[in-house]
């Protein structure tokens, strides 16, 4: 059976690109008959807030959609991601790192050059090579550190037959070393949103992740947890994005303008599917 999910963050109002997001998830299980979920990604408790999970509901609902219950938080699950933390760590494949952002672009600027990713200048692997003894004494100090992948170390344990599938884009070959060294948690927050999507997907039991093509580059390292932490491997499927007047995509960062806004002002919930395209 298909099972797609629609997880945002209740870190501020939906906008028009996630009614797209939630849609064409909810479309492509319906197609199937299959089972269409609502997760929430509520890891950032800093920017978490009560009335933004009510707003979730409340907007889903009145542009028609249904859904599974319970609704998963993922703040109400974080031994699920120490367990996996563990486990990876029991593989000799995490190390924690202490440097500061400060220091990391130092090094970057002082080497001249550094290897690009996705998100920017990769990891330049300082606290790589550290002792056993080291990273012990500085954790006991109660210095403030990220746990870090090790990921060629990680690339080499899962072999090389890692591929996976989109149904727009056709079959990958994963390259996660695109990501360098990525942080998998940090000493106060026990996952990043890269560990907790494929723990998650796999105990809800997920077989097509929908989500905007922005995402599509982290499928490469998602692939790669999975198989270290022998999870169920998905199908993707990436979509448009929905942009403003100048092309950019839609984020609460920016202040897109809010779906309940446009309630607000007389759109109806067809009036907003046809804004989007569905």
Do not use: N
Request: hydrophobic content about 40%.
């Amino acid at each position: 059976m298909t099972v797609t999910r629609f997880a945002p963050s209740p870190t501020g109002l939906l906008h028009l690109g996630h009614v797209y997001a939630a849609g064409f998830a909810f479309q492509a299980a319906k197609a199937a008959s299959g089972e269409f979920l609502v997760r929430l990604e509520d890891i950032d408790t800093t920017r978490v807030r009560p009335e933004y999970e009510t707003a979730i509901f409340e907007d889903l609902a009145w542009l028609g959609l249904e859904w599974q219950q319970p609704v998963r938080k993922q703040s109400e699950h974080f031994e699920d991601y120490r367990s996996a933390l563990a486990r990876l760590e029991a593989m000799g494949l995490l190390y924690p790192c202490f440097c500061t952002r400060k220091e990391i672009q130092a090094e970057i600027a002082g080497a001249g050059q550094a290897p690009q990713g996705p998100d920017g200048p990769l990891y330049p692997g300082l606290c790589r090579s550290k002792s056993k003894a080291e990273q012990e004494e500085r954790t006991a100090a109660g210095q403030p550190y990220a746990l870090r992948l090790d990921v060629a170390k990680a690339r080499a344990l899962a072999g090389t037959d890692l591929k996976w599938t989109d149904r727009t884009h056709g079959e990958h070959e994963a390259r996660p070393e695109i990501f360098g060294d990525v942080v998998l948690a940090r000493k106060e927050t026990p996952t990043s949103y890269h560990l907790a999507v494929v723990v998650d997907d796999a105990l809800q039991g997920v077989t097509l992740v929908t989500r905007g093509e922005d995402l599509l580059p982290a499928t490469h390292l998602h692939r790669l947890l999975q198989a270290l932490l022998v999870l169920s491997v998905p199908e993707w499927q990436h979509h448009r994005l929905i942009t403003d007047e100048h092309g950019k995509r839609l984020a609460k960062r920016d202040q897109a303008r809010s779906l309940r806004s446009l309630r607000e002002a007389g759109m109806s919930a067809a009036d907003v599917w046809r804004s989007v395209g569905l």
